[in-house]
Structures are given as C-alpha cells and as structure tokens.
C-alpha cells in the first residue's frame, strides 16, 4: 500500500467515524484498534502527528504483514457497514 493508497483509505475511515461511527462496534476489538493506531481517524488533535507522511513513512511503509492486515480490517468494516468488500472499488 503506497502513502496514496493510505491517505485515500484514511480520508474514508474518517468519513465513517465521523458520520456512522456505530459500524466500528461491528468489527473484533483487534481490527478496531488496529485501525485507530494506524489510520488515526479518532486521535485527538493535540497527538495527531505533525507531518502524516512522516507517521507513515515510520510506522506503515515497508511492512506488508501490518499493511496486509489493515486493509483486511478496512475490508471487514466495509462488509460490517454493507458497503461491499473493499476488494470490489480496487477493480
């Protein structure tokens, strides 16, 4: 997953947060904290990283289990919420 890939799923996330956020009670506490770790959407802003790019290029870029893992978490939610499988947008 490039840094484009991410910010467009993290653009997402927050948009479900934000507007329909009783989907995330819909997934393991496993794959939500995974996602609130990585994609950030729930951070307060006062720990928010400065630079986004940063925060990817330290902690996502270049592990492909941890990247693996959270697209499947974006895929569970996407099912959770009945908006498909996110596998489906990607063809």
Do not use: C
Not at 56 to 76: C, E, R
């Amino acid at each position: 997953m490039n840094y484009d890939r991410y910010l467009e799923l993290q653009t997402r996330l927050e948009w479900f947060y934000d507007f329909h956020p009783e989907f995330f009670n819909n997934i393991s506490p496993e794959q939500k904290k995974l996602l609130q770790n990585t994609f950030l959407y729930d951070m307060p802003d006062e720990h928010y990283p400065k630079l986004l790019r940063d925060f990817y290029d330290k902690n996502i870029n270049n592990q492909p289990t941890l990247q693996n893992n959270m697209l499947l978490a974006v895929d569970t939610l996407y099912e959770a919420a009945g908006a498909g499988s996110l596998f489906d947008y990607d063809k």
